[in-house]
């Protein structure tokens, strides 16, 4: 190419550069789109390469008033490292308790030697007194050990649970298997080898009115049990599969199994109130998703301990934790 002139080699250049330009801004040929447009997963379950924005800060959620905790999106973190921001999934109170139905011949002296604990732990947890006379057929709930039972109220602390009841930290950290020192309003802890205070300190729980819940099942709204542990009732309108509703906004707090309570979901309200929807046959929302009232959020079964076992023990167990409940 003897001769060629100097500006064909510039010309040349400048279209190899407006080529390469155009190269790397068709999606899916440069790597770096790749990582600013993750595969996502669709409503279909199905693969899709299609470009997503960017993950942005995390949402704050309120707790207890007073604290904040990032609302992650499930499939943006770990089952590990979403249970350290909203609280354990695997279960809503470990180790569990017992739910005992008293048998003829009874007492609380025979009952504590039968499971191992002393009879003030007995009387403690169902606010009984010490001398009183268990009926057959009466529930009882009993612990796994010596101690007590205390339902975490906002701003409540471990240091403060552990004097309230001459209890260690450690020991109820160790005990409830707890993965943080964050507590959560609405949690039961047991306090091993606690003692009952003579006055708990009061003015953190937060009194509701009546009107502040609508019903969690639809009508005729049936009452099957009145209230029994943890200020809980029981609804049912004689079928599987009622849809349940939250009875409040607010924000979905935990989900999960027991043995004790099958599927369940907590909801945390803005006043600091949470409640317990528990025998689930299928759950319909996650941790830290918001949750409008009357939003249906499962639907009725009999997963856990139910009576009658089976079908015939569908009904939805109903707890207020830190207020009254209005439903008694």
Not at 52 to 78: D, F, Q, S, Y
Not at 120 to 140: F, P
Not at 265 to 274: M, Y
Request: charged letters at 15%; a neutral charge; glycine letters at 12%.
């Amino acid at each position: 190419m003897t001769g060629t002139h100097p500006l064909i080699y510039v010309a040349f250049g400048a279209t190899f550069l407006l080529l390469v330009a155009g190269f790397k801004t068709t999606d899916g040929l440069n790597p770096n789109n790749f990582l600013a447009s993750p595969v996502s997963l669709q409503d279909t379950g199905e693969l899709s390469s299609k470009r997503v924005a960017a993950p942005e800060t995390p949402e704050l959620m309120l707790v207890a008033k007073t604290g904040i905790l990032a609302a992650t999106p499930p499939l943006a973190v770990t089952p590990r490292v979403l249970g350290a921001i909203v609280g354990q999934l695997d279960a809503d109170l470990k180790p569990e308790v017992t739910r005992y139905f008293v048998e003829e011949g009874d007492t609380l002296v025979s009952l504590a030697e039968k499971f191992g604990v002393s009879v003030e732990t007995i009387a403690w947890a169902n606010d009984v007194k010490t001398s009183s006379v268990v009926k057959s057929g009466q529930e009882l709930i009993i612990l796994p050990v010596s101690g007590v039972l205390h339902l975490v109220r906002p701003n409540d602390t471990l240091s403060e649970i552990a004097s309230w009841y001459q209890g260690n930290v450690q020991d109820i950290v160790d005990f409830n298997g707890l993965e943080s020192l964050s507590l959560f309003a609405g949690d039961i802890l047991i306090v091993p080898n606690g003692k009952m205070p003579r006055v708990l300190p009061q003015g953190r729980l937060t009194p509701i009115a009546n009107s502040y819940f609508i019903y969690p099942v639809g009508a005729p709204y049936r009452v099957t049990q009145g209230l029994h542990p943890f200020n809980a009732v029981d609804f049912s309108n004689g079928q599987c599969g009622e849809s349940i509703y939250a009875a409040a906004g607010g924000t979905a707090q935990r989900t999960g199994y027991t043995s004790l309570g099958g599927n369940y979901v907590r909801i945390l309200h803005p006043n600091g109130v949470v409640t317990y929807y528990g025998h689930l046959s299928s759950i319909l929302t996650n941790p830290g998703a918001r949750v409008l009232q009357g939003q249906i959020i499962g639907y009725s079964g009999y997963t856990g301990y139910t009576i009658p076992r089976g079908p015939g023990g569908c009904h939805l167990h109903f707890e207020v934790r830190g207020a009254a409940n209005p439903f008694r």
